[in-house]
């Protein structure tokens, strides 16, 4: 099939119509991309004229002071937290120790906080001190600090002072128990 000039000519235009709507299309789409980045960009300018360079610098600088002291904070609530631990972990020990000698414990308390202290060898270690009262038979008591010193090999038992209630008439035996008081101090090493 031969094709004559007047389809030609045809052919040509609508390729010529097809080719200049194409690149009309590019153009509106270009345009209208252009707008668009025309607009941020004087949204942008505008949103940084509020700012001087003095704000933004300062406004760093808080910002970077307030996430060092949140930071910090950070930092001093996970060594009350490991404390913390530490402190309930001793509180369990003191009170398998009463079990395993058939004391009753009445009561525990903690001398202050616990506190760090870096040795000269560099080692870091935890102090945790510890008064301990507890209730039962002579023997008991003996066996319970005895108990509790096995348990803390790396505390001390720093005092023990055990009371021996005098009998006074009309008071029932059961109220006259012996009791102990016990003041220890317990050492962690805080390691890598």
């Known amino acids: 099939m031969k094709l004559g000039k007047t389809a030609w000519a045809f052919l040509a235009i609508g390729l010529f119509v097809i080719v200049v709507a194409g690149l009309f299309l590019a153009y509106y789409e270009h345009d209208r991309e252009q707008i668009r980045l025309q607009q941020e960009l004087f949204s942008t300018q505008e ?3 509020k700012y001087s360079p003095e704000e933004l610098s300062s406004r760093q600088e808080e910002v970077e002071n307030q996430l060092a002291r949140t930071e910090s904070e950070l930092e001093a609530a996970k060594a009350n937290l490991r404390q913390s631990i530490e402190s309930i972990e001793a509180t369990d020990t003191i009170f398998a120790a009463a079990r395993a000698s ?26 945790l001190s510890l008064s301990v009262e507890v209730e039962g038979d002579i023997p008991d008591l003996v066996n319970f600090v005895v108990e509790l010193n096995g348990k803390f090999p790396g505390g001390a038992i720093e005092s023990v002072e055990i009371i021996v209630p005098e009998a006074v008439e009309g008071e029932e035996e059961e109220e006259l128990r012996p009791s102990a008081k016990v003041q220890l101090s317990i050492h962690t090493y805080e390691g890598d």
Do not use: D, H, M, Y
Not at 102 to 111: F, P, Q, W
């Open 47 to 49: 949103l940084l004229a």
């Open 102 to 127: 058939n004391v009753e414990v009445l009561r525990v308390k903690s001398l202050g906080t616990p506190a760090s202290k870096v040795l000269e060898e560099g080692l870091t270690l935890t102090f």
